[in-house]
């Protein structure tokens, strides 16, 4: 079992940045690749970014391309979302997500998730 608690949402203006970290306990993160997924109101929950478990490949979605960029320590068990030029359509809650597979883009494939943290972006 993994247990994820994301931390670091908050209200940030237009063009600000944050930074999200995701901790882990239960098993380590060496294990799994890890992804960073969000959801509007009203809408899906989507994916925005997914890294392996040796950190040395990176995947994300083309809305966010060159503003996001995912990380991992797997010494602390974290991972995190640096977010800059951040726009109000980024509003949304951000959830982590582990995997067994290999930086999968699907959540089906994710068998472990956050609880979620609420990043605001105001105009």
């Known amino acids: 079992q993994v247990q994820l608690v994301e931390s670091g949402g908050g209200l940030v203006q237009t063009g600000g940045s944050l930074r999200l970290s995701c901790a882990a306990s239960?098993?380590?993160?060496?294990?799994?690749?890890m992804g960073w997924f969000r959801q509007a109101p009203g809408k899906e929950r989507e994916f925005v970014a997914t890294?392996?478990?040796?950190?040395?490949?990176?995947y994300y979605a083309d809305s966010v391309k060159g503003r996001l960029t995912i990380s991992r320590d797997n010494a602390k068990n974290t991972v995190y979302l640096q977010m800059t030029g951040l726009k109000p359509e980024d509003t949304a809650v951000y959830y982590c997500?582990?995997?067994?597979?290999?930086?999968?883009?699907?959540?089906?494939?994710?068998?472990?998730w956050g609880q979620g943290t609420q990043v605001t972006v105001s105009s």
């Open positions: 239960g098993r380590i993160l060496v294990n799994y690749a």
């Open positions: 997500a582990a995997s067994e597979y290999t930086m999968p883009t699907m959540r089906t494939y994710y068998g472990y």
């Open positions: 890294i392996t478990w040796s950190g040395s490949s990176t």
